[in-house]
């Protein structure tokens, strides 16, 4: 009897020190599913699927410095600049949804270069103190053929258009009527041709016409050949262009433009503000009844191209005058 009462006792002693053992182990967590991005081929190079949804995200960009020497103050000025392109689609029903936005900011020592007129039509030159700046240069959606937001006027390029939008190569792309407008457009799309139509806001809050620009264009024997024209609401005035734009042997482009001007308007191949003329009076933009653009690329490997290029400007209209 004593031993099986010893027995028991050992058991049930055993089998307490057994099971708070058990119950004071550590139980590691089982690892929660992990969903790793996803590349996205649908829209060409560098998309991703944003996790959880069916959206293609790409976000790209540059940075750029640049230094400048300046004659009229006898000294240089420097440039930093950084761009970032945020782009996403998704297919629908009706076509490629895309969200587009474009941001940039910089720190320029450049001077604001600023024309005052004085007695006699004459004009002092001065400089203002540079700075910081971010702006959006870009911010549209658009589905199918329509677009709709913050985009470079149809005057300049359409996305559908290919190789026919913007003035010369490089960076100086010279006179050619440069503008970013808040518009509708709707894009139609060939085999080997494009064509694109617009009301633009002209930021006329006195009247309630928009601009109207019109853009056509095709490749033929991979020539891109195009065709636009633009009507200034405010101006009451209109500008036309045709252009050319052909790849030529190894590495080489070639641009060709011509431009004409009812009268002094937005769609034209204006110059820039600042630009002072003999007896023109106050600096402002000036338009060109007439000009022609040439431009010229090469290649040279795949880091670095030269391009050579000049525009010719005829009968710049100045405060409703012609020079």
Same mark, same amino acid.
Request: contains cysteine; aromatic residues 12%; proline residues 3%.
């Given at each position: 009897?004593? %031993?099986?009462?010893?027995?028991?006792?050992?058991?049930?002693?055993?089998?307490?020190?057994?099971?708070?053992?058990?119950?004071?182990?550590?139980?590691?967590?089982?690892? *929660?599913?992990?969903?790793?991005?996803?590349?996205?081929?649908?829209?060409? &190079?560098?998309?991703?699927? %944003?996790?959880?949804?069916?959206?293609?995200?790409?976000?790209?960009?540059?940075?750029?410095?640049?230094?400048?020497?300046?004659?009229?103050?006898?000294?240089?000025?420097?440039?930093?600049?950084?761009?970032?392109?945020?782009?996403?689609?998704?297919?629908? *029903?009706?076509?490629?949804?895309?969200?587009?936005?474009?941001?940039?900011?910089?720190?320029?020592?450049?001077?604001?270069?600023?024309?005052?007129?004085?007695?006699?039509?004459?004009?002092?030159?001065?400089?203002?103190? +540079?700075?910081?700046?971010?702006?959006?240069?870009?911010?549209?959606? +658009?589905?199918?053929?329509?677009?709709?937001?913050?985009?470079? =006027?149809?005057?300049?390029?359409?996305?559908?258009?290919?190789?026919? @939008?913007?003035?010369?190569?490089? /960076?100086? =792309?010279?006179?050619?009527?440069?503008?970013?407008?808040?518009? /509708?457009?709707?894009?139609?799309? @060939?085999?080997?041709?494009?064509?694109?139509?617009?009301? *633009?806001?002209?930021?006329? /809050?006195?009247?309630?016409?928009?601009?109207?620009?019109?853009?056509?264009?095709?490749?033929?024997?991979?020539?891109?050949?195009?065709?636009?024209?633009?009507?200034?609401?405010?101006?009451?005035?209109?500008?036309?262009?045709? @252009?050319?734009?052909?790849?030529?042997?190894?590495?080489?482009?070639?641009?060709?433009?011509?431009?004409?001007?009812?009268?002094?308007?937005?769609?034209?191949?204006?110059?820039? &503000?600042?630009?002072?003329?003999?007896?023109?009076?106050? &600096?402002?933009?000036?338009?060109?009844?007439?000009?022609?653009?040439?431009?010229?690329?090469?290649?040279?490997?795949?880091?670095?191209?030269?391009?050579?290029?000049? *525009?010719?400007?005829?009968?710049?209209?100045?405060?409703?005058?012609?020079?």
């Amino acid at each position: 009897m004593k %031993i099986k009462s010893l027995l028991l006792g050992s058991a049930a002693a055993l089998f307490a020190v057994s099971g708070a053992s058990a119950a004071d182990a550590i139980v590691a967590a089982e690892p *929660e599913p992990v969903e790793y991005v996803r590349v996205c081929d649908a829209f060409g &190079a560098g998309y991703f699927y %944003i996790p959880g949804t069916e959206t293609c995200l790409r976000i790209s960009g540059y940075t750029r410095f640049r230094v400048f020497s300046d004659d009229d103050a006898d000294s240089y000025y420097s440039l930093g600049k950084v761009e970032l392109n945020w782009d996403a689609k998704e297919d629908t *029903e009706w076509g490629v949804l895309h969200g587009h936005a474009r941001i940039f900011g910089q720190r320029s020592t450049a001077p604001a270069y600023s024309v005052t007129p004085v007695v006699g039509g004459a004009t002092t030159s001065t400089y203002a103190a +540079a700075g910081n700046s971010v702006d959006i240069e870009h911010a549209y959606v +658009a589905i199918g053929g329509l677009l709709a937001g913050y985009y470079d =006027s149809t005057w300049i390029t359409s996305t559908n258009g290919g190789a026919s @939008g913007y003035g010369a190569h490089g /960076i100086y =792309s010279l006179n050619y009527g440069y503008q970013v407008r808040n518009m /509708i457009q709707y894009q139609l799309t @060939g085999s080997n041709w494009f064509a694109a139509i617009a009301v *633009e806001d002209d930021s006329n /809050i006195a009247s309630w016409n928009p601009d109207v620009v019109g853009r056509i264009g095709g490749v033929i024997g991979g020539i891109t050949i195009f065709g636009v024209a633009g009507y200034d609401a405010t101006a009451s005035e209109w500008g036309a262009k045709i @252009g050319l734009n052909m790849d030529v042997g190894a590495g080489g482009n070639l641009r060709l433009q011509g431009y004409y001007a009812s009268g002094a308007n937005s769609y034209a191949a204006n110059m820039s &503000a600042g630009v002072v003329l003999p007896a023109a009076g106050p &600096a402002a933009t000036f338009t060109p009844e007439w000009a022609v653009l040439a431009s010229y690329e090469q290649q040279l490997t795949p880091e670095f191209a030269a391009n050579i290029k000049g *525009e010719w400007l005829g009968n710049l209209y100045t405060a409703g005058n012609v020079q």
